[in-house]
């Protein structure tokens, strides 16, 4: 079955950067994309955009275009999220979920953006 | 981008039948689909192209409606249904979710 594991909680300043990974097992990782979407806390889900595993190619929703930068490990069928020059605002929890349909989800990770 | 509209909270009695609504700006065909979260948990799939219950989804669980206008349906509420639940379309890009239903029981 689809499983998705993502890494552990993150602490980070403002102006830092921070690298969240997702390792999918269960299928063939190239043939479906991956989601990443934000919670923040307390809030709903907000989609942040995917990433074509078989070509790389990512495609970011228009509030999420410029430091969030998705990437690819696909020998170890891992999905990356870097989110540089962290802002208070980025405080959230950052899931990944695979296509089609947000069939399957990871656990989230949580980052914490304090001074 | 499609802007997707649930009612914020529901307050309902295990064994009671519970409709959570949905309703999009513009249509979305049949490409709607329901999540639940459970406090601290990642969401789950529970209802796929508005009908079709995901595999291991309990048959409580029924989705409904096309075009705008979209029902998700659990009849009876178990205490365990206690969770928030999201509707999202993915007729139009960008995909978006609805702002989320919150199910408690009494």
């Known amino acids: 079955q689809i499983q998705l594991v993502q890494s552990g909680p993150e602490l980070k300043k403002p102006g830092e950067s921070v690298k969240i990974s997702c390792k999918a097992s269960?299928?063939?990782?190239?043939?479906?994309?991956m989601y990443w979407v934000k919670q923040a806390p307390g809030q709903g889900l907000q989609y942040m955009g995917w990433?074509?595993?078989?070509?790389?190619?990512?495609t970011y929703a228009d509030d999420f275009k410029g430091r969030f930068v998705f990437f690819l490990e696909t020998s170890a069928s891992t999905a990356y999220l870097q989110i540089n020059n962290l802002k208070n605002e980025d405080m959230a929890t950052y899931f990944c979920?695979?296509?089609?349909?947000?069939?399957?989800w990871g656990q989230g990770v949580m980052v914490t953006v304090s001074s | 981008d499609t802007v997707l509209t649930q009612s914020p909270a529901l307050a309902v009695s295990p064994g009671e039948r519970v409709t959570i609504s949905c309703r999009a700006s513009?249509?979305?065909?049949?490409?709607m689909h329901w999540y639940q979260q459970k406090p601290g948990q990642q969401p789950t799939l529970l209802i796929y192209?508005?009908?079709n219950l995901e595999s291991g989804v309990p048959a409580r669980f029924s989705g409904s409606g096309s075009g705008t206008d979209f029902t998700l349906t659990i009849d009876p509420v178990e205490a365990d249904d206690t969770a928030t639940y999201y509707c999202q379309q993915s007729w139009n890009d960008p995909p978006t979710f609805g702002g989320g239903t919150k199910l408690e029981l009494k």
């Open positions: 513009e249509s979305v065909s049949t490409l």
């Open positions: 990433i074509n595993t078989e070509t790389g190619k990512p």
């Open positions: 979920a695979r296509r089609p349909l947000f069939m399957g």
């Open positions: 269960g299928y063939t990782f190239t043939n479906y994309g």
């Open positions: 192209l508005a009908s």
